[in-house]
Nanobody
Framework: VQLQASGGGLVQAGASLRLSCAAS????????MGWFRQAPGKEREFVAAIKWSATTHYADSVKGRFTISRDNAKNTLTLQMNNLKPENTAVYYCAADSSRAPIGVGTRTYNYWGQGTLVTVSS
């Protein structure tokens, strides 16, 4: 499975961005898809994830501002980010979990990773 994230950029606080992740290769609808981010000097952290059933889970820090969605027919994953804050500055990674387990928030849960896209939010 290959994952390609895109959509990052430089925005001002309060703006919106829409990240996309295109999946190719041997992908299956049952994969849980997720977004993680890594700020400079910090560990990679969970942002949001979505199961094949459309069940979602968000980190508390992004609830109400970020929305994750997927289009299984197009093998795409999207993260709509609204009201961005400077602390949201990070490289954002999409990831896939090929197990059928409940949504996980740890990086070890996901066995496929994209290359990351940089989001910079200025104050």
């Amino acid at each position: 499975v290959q994952l390609q994230a895109s959509g990052g950029g430089l925005v001002q606080a309060g703006a919106s961005l829409r990240l996309s992740c295109a999946a190719s290769g041997r992908t299956y609808d049952w994969y849980t898809m997720g977004w993680f981010r890594q700020a400079p000097g910090k560990e990679r952290e969970f942002v949001a994830a979505i199961k094949w059933s459309a069940t979602t889970h968000y980190a508390d820090s992004v609830k109400g501002r970020f929305t994750i969605s997927r289009d299984n027919a197009k093998n795409t994953l999207t993260l709509q980010m609204n009201n961005l804050k400077p602390e949201n500055t990070a490289v954002y990674y999409c990831a896939a979990d090929s197990s059928r387990a409940p949504i996980g928030v740890g990086t070890r849960t996901y066995n496929y990773w994209g290359q990351g896209t940089l989001v910079t939010v200025s104050s």
